[in-house]
């Protein structure tokens, strides 16, 4: 597996506050994604990241913003939650310097309970 | 913007019949395609992939799937499932205006019985 790890696990939280989800990754790949998984909707793509400091939106990125200061490092952070960010949310890497058309890696994801 | 189909939503299968899952894309150029699996609880991994030249692609644990550019298609079989099969299956195309971005099915979840 690639070495991707996503922090926390399993988040419960109140409607309202602030959460930030973590993404690390060993690979020193060029992607990265944050990914929201939903019954019914498969993945939608809310911020990537091509580079260090250098993001941009997905097909549902309001609510969220990221921040890539590190290579290794991509945070989602949810300014106020809402009950409709419920979810489970992936992060993915792809692209080493040779090819941006490999295939993505995605991490293990994080269980995301807004109250 | 890019569009991806599954049709098939839920199938349950016995095992050792054959599978055939549908995914239809709408972009008409150049395009990348990906079957990903997730087995219950797990992350995503990728199945096969598809970028240039033979349009039957083979991919891990015996899946393959042809590319049809005419119906703008990439089925994903497997000649006789197990009940390790059971998972839920994502097809997904490159963004055609930024090659690293994918669009995902909504996918389709296998349910093999013994």
């Known amino acids: 597996d690639a070495g991707i790890t996503q922090s926390p696990r399993h988040k419960v939280t109140e409607t309202g506050t602030p959460v930030t989800l973590r993404c690390h990754q060993t690979?020193?790949?060029?992607?990265m994604y944050w990914y929201r998984q939903d019954p019914g909707h498969g993945l939608r793509l809310i911020h990537y990241?091509?580079?260090?400091?250098?993001?941009d939106k997905g097909e549902v990125s309001d609510g969220y913003s990221v921040s890539r200061s590190k290579t290794e490092d991509f945070l989602l952070t949810l300014e106020s939650a809402t009950s409709s960010q419920t979810s489970v949310y992936f992060c993915a890497i792809s692209g080493d310097r040779a090819s941006p058309y490999n295939e993505q890696f995605f991490g293990p994801g994080t269980r995301l309970t807004v109250l | 913007a890019q569009s991806v189909s599954q049709h098939n939503h839920h199938v349950i299968l016995s095992e050792a019949a054959s599978l055939e899952l549908g995914c239809n894309y709408s972009?008409?150029?150049?395009?990348?395609l990906f079957w990903y699996v997730q087995y219950p609880g797990q992350h995503l991994q990728l199945l096969l992939k598809y970028f240039s030249g033979d349009p039957l692609v083979k991919g891990i644990k015996g899946f393959e799937a042809e590319f049809i550019k005419s119906k703008f298609s990439f089925n994903l079989r497997k000649p006789s499932v197990q009940w390790s099969d059971t998972a839920e299956y994502f097809c997904a195309v490159n963004d055609p205006g930024t090659a690293s971005k994918l669009t995902f099915g909504t996918g389709t979840r296998l349910q093999v019985t013994l």
């Open positions: 972009y008409g150029g150049t395009v990348n």
């Open positions: 690979e020193n790949h060029r992607y």
């Open positions: 990241s091509y580079g260090v400091k250098d993001t």
